[in-house]
């Protein structure tokens, strides 16, 4: 925990461990509701001074702990790797993410033009400023737990704003490296603060309530987010909700089934299915499903689970007992229902991968929209693959979900690509693109996926308010 610019200890504290190997790996202090009262304050305390600073200087310090970041991109990956499970490669892919956020709003936070409006009347001039909406609560999940940090915090503080982070509780250590880059790069004490805890509702419900927290930034489960939006609503306070997915993948009569079936594999099976970006209906036109399922077998099969430090592991465990156990039985109630399972299917327990919680990489082919895993998201290795006719009843089922953040196509036909791009209700399409996201480019859902965007030009305005000034002269 840090507040103020100090590290707080003698706290009772919690075990971290290593989802692979069921090793406990660290203590972090479970803080207290004076010390969710101290954060806030320092947050609150140091935003008059934060703000008054120049956007160039603000720029400065994320511009340092971006040059920190990418120095220890090595040693973060590893920490990474150990407490979150991902193989080492897309950890690194992780923090080499995360630090972009970092670089893109030292330079955004530059550009937070505002407006001079010609007014009807001659005597009036209208003037358009942007400020800061003031202390930040920021709430961080597990499945990408350095990324999900740098995204909130490094527009929050371009904007001028001062924060109060609670990262997720299965990993704390991630969050702790960052904070001390962030005080190594010279962020005054009070500007960023964090609170670590077990049990997260108590600090959740402090952030939606306390009048000196303006703005709430949630990523993790729909379910969660909507209690937290309810609370923040009641209090008035902005937030942006960063919540579940249930990603349509469509292939198409003119896709190469082959090419899709690599590439939809390489997504799915990305952070073990963790991901709320993660393909998890798959959608194959009937005359490409033999090649498809052939292709997206032999791939899943040649899959390695295990330890994400060991060379050649390609797929880590699950963060816990529980993600596991929703995944079996979202699978076993598929298969009860008549879906076949092509490769895949059970918990992995030979060997080593027995003490973590490992889930083999499952393809499930004749889903229907009978089974729970073709309406439920889906947080684990399991590729649902559902056949289809017309391109009409595709695109009317890919949009049949209350969620709407990521959806993927194939297609080598730019009509059908761009008639599908259009038709589809969700807030991120990736055509014949698997990895649609950067710090450039707007993230963010409709429907239940969440509220407003992160990254991009859009990221900043979540913490700005627009203020007008009508000057009568
Ligand atoms: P997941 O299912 O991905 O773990 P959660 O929504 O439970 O998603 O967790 C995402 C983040 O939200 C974590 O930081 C977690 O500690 C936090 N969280 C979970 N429940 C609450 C709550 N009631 N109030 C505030 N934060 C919460």
């Excluded at 670590?196 to 379910?223: E, I, Y």
């Excluded at 073990?272 to 399922?293: K, M, W, Y």
């Excluded at 007992?321 to 109630?333: F, M």
Aim: aromatic share 8%.
């Amino acid at each position: 925990m840090f507040i103020n610019g100090e590290w707080i200890t003698g706290r009772p504290q919690f075990q971290v461990t290593n989802p692979a190997t069921g090793e406990v790996i660290g203590e972090v202090p479970d803080c207290s509701d004076q010390d969710i009262e101290a954060a806030i304050s320092a947050a609150h305390n140091s935003f008059r001074e934060w703000r008054a600073t120049t956007a160039y200087h603000r720029s400065q310090l994320l511009y340092r702990a971006w040059e920190l970041m990418i120095r220890r991109k090595r040693e973060l990956a590893e920490l990474m790797t150990r407490e979150q499970g991902k193989p080492l490669k897309a950890s690194l892919n992780e923090v080499q993410y995360g630090a972009d956020f970092l670089l893109w709003f030292a330079e955004e936070g530059k550009r937070m033009y505002g407006q001079s409006i010609p007014s009807s009347r001659e005597n009036q001039r209208f003037l358009v400023q942007k400020s800061p909406v003031g202390v930040v609560g920021a709430i961080t999940p597990w499945n990408y737990p350095i990324s999900m940090i740098t995204r909130k915090l490094a527009p929050a503080l371009a904007a001028g704003c001062t924060v109060v982070l609670k990262p997720a509780e299965s990993t704390p250590l991630c969050a702790q490296a960052m904070l001390e880059i962030f005080e190594e790069a010279g962020f005054p004490p009070g500007v960023i603060n964090a609170l670590t805890v077990q049990n997260p509702a108590r600090v959740g419900q402090v952030f939606c309530t306390d009048p000196r927290v303006r703005k709430l930034t949630f990523t993790g489960s729909t379910p969660v987010g909507r209690e937290l939006n309810g609370l923040a609503a009641a209090n008035m306070k902005r937030v942006s909700m960063e919540l579940g997915g249930h990603a349509p993948a469509i292939v198409f009569p003119d896709a190469d089934p082959v090419h899709a079936a690599k590439g939809l594999s390489l997504v799915k099976y990305l952070n073990t299915g963790q991901a709320c970006i993660s393909p998890n209906r798959i959608f194959v036109h009937e005359d490409h499903l033999e090649p498809f399922i052939a292709e997206l077998t032999s791939r899943t099969r040649r899959l390695v689970a295990g330890n994400g430090m060991n060379e050649g592991t390609g797929i880590g465990p699950l963060i816990n007992e529980l993600a596991l156990q929703k995944v079996d039985s979202q699978v076993k109630n598929a298969v009860a229902r008549g879906a076949r399972i092509e490769t895949g299917g059970q918990r992995l327990t030979d060997g080593e991968l027995g003490a973590g919680f490992f889930y083999a990489p499952t393809v499930l082919s004749g889903v229907t929209p009978a089974m729970d895993i073709y309406r439920e998201e889906t947080f684990g290795p399991v590729a649902p693959v559902i056949t289809y006719r017309s391109e009409d009843d595709v695109i009317a089922m890919a949009n049949d979900t209350d969620y709407g953040l990521a959806a993927y196509i194939y297609s080598n036909n730019l009509s059908t690509a761009m008639r599908a791009f259009e038709a589809l209700d969700f807030g991120i399409i990736g055509i014949n693109d698997i990895n649609p996201t950067s710090a450039a480019a707007p993230f963010g859902g409709m429907k239940n996926s969440g509220l407003g965007r992160e990254g991009a030009q859009e990221g900043i305005d979540e913490y700005l308010e627009t203020k007008l000034g009508g000057f009568a002269i």
